[in-house]
């Protein structure tokens, strides 16, 4: 991965890659696919409100439990072929989750 590639998977979207007003969805890439389905934990989790929603959704752990263990697979599976930055980020949020599961779990 060349520096430039490296610098696009800063967590802030850069301004070409936001999308216009017509509502074209920014590019994907590996931070932008991780930091989507540790999202959806979260707010599973009840620990963020639905970016999409007006407030905070139902507690969901069964459906958080299944984006972790998506971001797990992810994680088995890729290992190897990730530059640093995308080891130490998707490390980085399955901690985050699990510490949020346990104690959302109670």
Excluded: C, W
């Excluded at 890659?17 to 509502?23: M, N, Q, T």
């Excluded at 069964?62 to 930055?85: C, F, S, V, W, Y």
């Amino acid at each position: 991965m060349s520096p430039e590639d490296s610098k696009k998977s800063e967590f802030t979207l850069r301004e070409d890659e936001r999308g216009d007003a017509r509502g074209d969805l920014p590019r994907i890439d590996f931070a932008t696919f991780v930091l989507s389905l540790a999202t959806s934990a979260m707010v599973h989790m009840g620990l963020v409100p639905d970016p999409e929603g007006a407030g905070r959704e139902p507690v969901n752990l069964p459906l958080a439990q299944q984006a972790i263990d998506t971001l797990e697979m992810i994680q088995e599976k890729t290992r190897g072929n990730l530059d640093p930055e995308e080891t130490k980020l998707l490390q980085s949020v399955l901690y985050e989750l699990r510490m949020g599961y346990v104690k959302a779990k109670g």
